[in-house]
C-alpha cells in the first residue's frame, strides 16, 4: 500500500541536482561559457539581490598533477567545469546550490541559519513500515523526471564547441546512475582509440570524499521529491556476513526461480531497466552514454571469481583498514601501500595494507560479490544495493576520520592523479564543490551514523523532528497557552464566586449528606447539584 500511496507523487516534480543546470544547457550559456541562472526568490542571477550569491570566475586548481594521464586538453573533464563555463554561481554563508537556492548540507530554515542532524540507521534497524517507504522513494526516483537537470548526451567537440547543445532529460534516480558513469567513464581519443587509466572518482584520494558527497546528494534529492525532510539512506554493515543479507523480495530483490543472473518478478527492482553498461560499446563508437535502456539489473550474488574474492570482508579487516594512520601514501593510485584509503577501496591486502592487484578486498569486494550490474565500475550504480554499500564504507571512512582527527592539510593537494588534488573540484557536479570540503566529519555535514552515534546524541536526534516541527509552529504554541491561561483564570474566578455565594446561602438540607443505616449499613448519597 506504501508504494501505491506514493504514487501520486510522480506528478510533482520538483528540483534535482546532478550535472548541467537545465539552465544552463542553452547554446547561449555554453558560448558565453556561464552558468549563472536566476534565483527564483528574487529573480536575479544566484540571488545576489538577497546576498545569497554572485556569478564569478571560477578559480581552478594549478597544482600539479601525477604522471597517470599523460594528455593535455583531450577529456572535457580536465579542469572541470572550464571546458563548459568559467563563470558559476559563488554562494554566501550557508547558501548552496547551482543558483544558491538552497542551504548547504546540515542548515535549514528560510534563510540557512538553523542547524540540523540527521541520522542514517542500518537497513535492518528499520521497521517494516521505514522499509517499504524506503523502497517505496526509490521507485519514485527512478519514475519521477528531473526538473532542473539534463545529461550530455555528446562531447563538447560533438556539440560543435557549444554551439549545437546536445544534452537529454532524465530520471532522478538515473540521473545518479549517470553522474558515476561519466565520472569514471574513459577517455575518448578519437578513432578507436581510448586511454582507460583514468578516473575521478576511483584508485585515488578523492574515492571517499567523492561518493560522500554523491550520496549527500542521493539523499537530498529523495528529500526534496517525496517532502520527507528527514529521510536518510540506511546503510548494510556486511561485515563477516555469509552471505547477501538483503537480497530477499521484502528488501534488494531476491533471485529469480530460474534465472539466476535475474532478480525475483516479486521484487518490483526486476522491471527496472539499467543505463551505462555498455562502456565498450560507446568506445568502440566514441560516443557517451545518452542514457538508452539496456535490459534489467543483473546480479548472482556468491557465483563469483572466488581467486579474486574469497569471501565478504570480516570485521577483523575493517578494523586492520582502520588502524592505518596515512590517509594516502606514494604514488596515490591503486598502487598505494599503507594506505587507508586504497585499503578501504579493496586494492591493498586488508591484512597487510599492501597493493595487491590480483585480490578485491573491502569495498571492491561487495561489488565482485555481487556479480552484475554492480560488478562493472561504470554502471554498478544501477543496482540500488550501491547505495546500501556505499553508506556503510562512508560510515568506515568516518570512523577513522573520528579516530585519527586528520587536518584538512593531510588530502593531498598536489601531486595526485588527475581530479583528485584537495582544490580540484569533483566531476561533475555542477554547484562546484572541492574534494577537501568533504574531507571532514559527516557531522560537520549534517548526518551521523546510529551504531557510531553518542546515545546522548541519538536521544536529541531523536527529538529533534518534533522540536523542529514545535519550533514552526512555536508563535500559536505560546499563542494558544495565553488564551487558555486566561480563560482558565475566567473560569476558576467564576467558580470560586460561585462557591462563595453558595456558603452564604445554603442550608443544612441542602449541603452533601452522607448516612449511614446502622441497621444494614448500607450507604446513601443525597446531594444537590
Partial sequence: ???????????????????????????????????????????????????????????????????????????????????????????????????????????????????????????????????????????????????????????YAQMNNGSTPMFRNINVYDLFVWMHYYVSHDTLLGGSSVWRDIDFAHEAPGFLPWHRLFLLLWEHEIQKITGD????????????????????????????????????????????QVICSLSEEYNSRQALCNATNEGPILRNPGNHDKTRTPRLPSSAEVEFCLSLTQYESGSMDKLANFSFRNTLEGFANPETGIANMSQSSLHNALHIYMNGSMSQVQGSANDPIFILHHAFVDSIFEQWLRRHRPLREVYPAANAPIGHNREYYMVPFIPLYRNGEFFTPSRELGYDYEYLADPVDSFQNFLMPYLEQARQIWQWLVGAAVVGGIITALITGLIVLGCRKKRIGSTAETQPLLMESEDDHNVSYQSNL
Fill in 1 to 155: 500500500m506504501c508504494l501505491l500511496a506514493l504514487g501520486f507523487l510522480l506528478g510533482i516534480l520538483q528540483p534535482s541536482s546532478g550535472q548541467f543546470p537545465r539552465a544552463c544547457a542553452s547554446s547561449e550559456s555554453l558560448l558565453r561559457k556561464e552558468c549563472c541562472p536566476l534565483w527564483a526568490g528574487d529573480m536575479s542571477p544566484c540571488g545576489e539581490l538577497s546576498g545569497r550569491g554572485s556569478c564569478q570566475e571560477i578559480l581552478l586548481s594549478r597544482a600539479p598533477l601525477g604522471p597517470q594521464f599523460p594528455f593535455t586538453g583531450v577529456d572535457d573533464r580536465e579542469d572541470w567545469p572550464a571546458v563548459f563555463y568559467n563563470r558559476t554561481c559563488q554562494c554566501n554563508r550557508n547558501f548552496m546550490g547551482f543558483n544558491c537556492g538552497e542551504c548547504r548540507f546540515g542548515f535549514s530554515g528560510p534563510n540557512c541559519v538553523e542547524r540540523r542532524m540527521l541520522m542514517r540507521r542500518s537497513i535492518f534497524q528499520l521497521s517494516s513500515r521505514e522499509k517499504n517507504k524506503f523502497l517505496a522513494y526509490l521507485n519514485l526516483a527512478k519514475h519521477t523526471p528531473s526538473q532542473d537537470y539534463v545529461i550530455a548526451s555528446g562531447t
Fill in 229 to 272: 525532510k528527514n529521510f536518510t539512506i540506511p546503510y548494510w554493515d556486511w561485515r563477516d556476513a555469509e552471505g547477501c543479507d538483503v537480497c530477499t523480495d521484502e528488501l534488494m530483490g531476491g533471485r529469480h526461480p530460474t534465472n539466476p543472473q535475474l532478480l525475483s518478478p516479486a521484487s518490483f527492482f526486476s522491471s527496472w
